[in-house]
C-alpha cells in the first residue's frame, strides 16, 4: 500500500427534499458533490445504480479516473438488525428528546444512512491502494460554506495524526454529563462530515461504531453518528485521537501535510454565554419538554 488517503463517501436518497425545516432535493447534494469532487485523491463512492453514472459523469469531467462507484440498490440491507432496531427505537424516543422534530431525532433512515458510514470504510478498506482512508460526506462544505472558491481543492489531501489509528475533529469541549443527557440535548462535540484512519482498521472502527449504537439503542435512545463517533473516543481514546477544528469543515486546510502547523485552535466552550433572548428561547423550550415528561410519567404511573 502507498502512503496516502482513499477518500470514502456515499450517496443515498431518503426524501430529504420533504423534510420541514431541513430540506435539501437530490439536485442540491450533487452541487454539494461537484464542489469538492476535483480533490485528487483516490474516491471510492457507493451509491445506488441508478445515480452511479451521475457520479462518474462528474468526477470524469474534472479530470479525476481514480474514481471507484460501488452500487447497493437496497441500503437497509447492509444491517438489518440495526436497521430494525433503530426503526423501533425511532418510534418511541423523539418525546423524550429537547428537539423531537430534529433528523437525527425523528428519522431513522436519516441515523440508518449515518450508520452506514462505518460499513461503507470497512468494504472500502478491502480495495483501497492507500495505507489510510477517510469518510467525507457526500454534501461536504455545503457548497461552499467555508472553502468557497473550488480551487482549493485542487489538490491531493493527506495527513500524519500524532497518535492513535482514527483521527476526530473535535468541535468544542467535551461533556462530563451522563450520555444521554448531552443527547437529548443533540449536542455536536465531533464533527462527522470527514474523519481520517487506517485502512487496516476500518474493520474494527465498523466493530466499534457498531457497539456504541447497540448500546443506545438498547437503552431506547437513537442518534446520529456524531455522538457515536464521541462514544468510541471515549471508550478508546488511545485509538481516537481527536483534533481541535477552529470551525465547521476546516479539517482539511488545518490537517494536512501541506500545512505543517495547524496551530491550536480554542475550542467552542461546552455551554455558550447566550443572550437574554436566547435564555428567554431556551426557557420556553425546556418548559415544553418538562411538560411532555410530567404527562408521560402522570400517564405512566398515576394511572
Not at 451509491?47 to 481514480?66: C, F, P, W, Y
Amino acid at each position: 500500500m502507498r502512503d496516502g488517503i482513499t477518500l470514502v463517501t456515499a450517496f443515498f436518497p431518503i426524501g430529504r427534499e420533504q423534510w420541514s425545516g431541513y430540506s435539501r432535493s437530490d439536485q442540491k447534494y450533487f452541487a454539494y458533490f461537484k464542489h469538492w469532487a476535483a480533490i485528487h485523491n483516490d474516491l471510492i463512492v457507493y451509491t445506488t445504480e441508478s445515480h452511479a453514472d451521475m457520479v462518474r459523469k462528474i468526477r470524469q469531467e474534472l479530470g479525476r479516473e481514480n474514481t471507484v462507484v460501488r452500487t447497493v440498490n437496497e441500503i437497509a440491507s447492509i444491517d438489518t438488525e440495526i436497521y430494525d432496531l433503530m426503526h423501533k427505537v425511532g418510534r418511541q424516543y423523539p418525546p423524550f428528546s429537547l428537539f423531537p422534530k430534529k433528523p437525527e431525532v425523528s428519522n431513522p433512515d436519516y441515523d440508518f444512512l449515518m450508520y452506514a458510514k462505518f460499513w461503507c470504510l470497512e468494504q472500502a478498506s478491502k480495495e483501497a491502494e492507500t495505507s489510510k482512508l477517510a469518510w467525507i460526506d457526500f454534501g461536504f462544505d455545503h457548497g461552499g460554506e467555508y472553502y468557497k472558491d473550488t480551487t482549493f481543492f485542487d489538490f491531493e489531501w493527506n495527513y500524519h495524526r500524532p497518535q492513535g489509528k482514527a483521527s476526530l475533529f473535535q468541535m468544542r469541549d467535551l461533556p462530563n454529563d451522563p450520555v444521554f443527557d448531552w443527547i437529548r440535548r443533540t449536542e455536536s462535540y465531533i464533527h462527522g462530515a470527514c474523519f481520517e484512519l487506517d485502512t487496516n482498521f476500518a474493520s474494527q472502527f465498523h466493530a466499534d461504531a457498531r457497539l456504541q449504537y447497540e448500546h443506545l439503542l438498547r437503552c431506547g435512545i437513537i442518534d446520529d453518528d456524531q455522538s457515536i463517533l464521541l462514544m468510541c473516543h471515549l471508550a478508546k481514546p488511545e485509538d481516537y485521537c481527536c483534533l481541535p477544528l477552529r470551525t465547521w469543515f476546516t479539517m482539511l486546510e488545518q490537517y494536512s501535510d501541506k500545512n505543517p502547523d495547524p496551530g491550536h485552535p480554542r475550542l467552542r466552550p461546552e455551554f455558550f454565554h447566550v443572550k437574554l433572548s436566547m435564555q428567554v428561547k431556551w426557557v420556553a423550550k425546556c418548559l415544553l419538554y418538562a411538560g411532555r415528561q410530567i404527562k408521560h410519567l402522570i400517564r405512566r404511573y398515576a394511572f
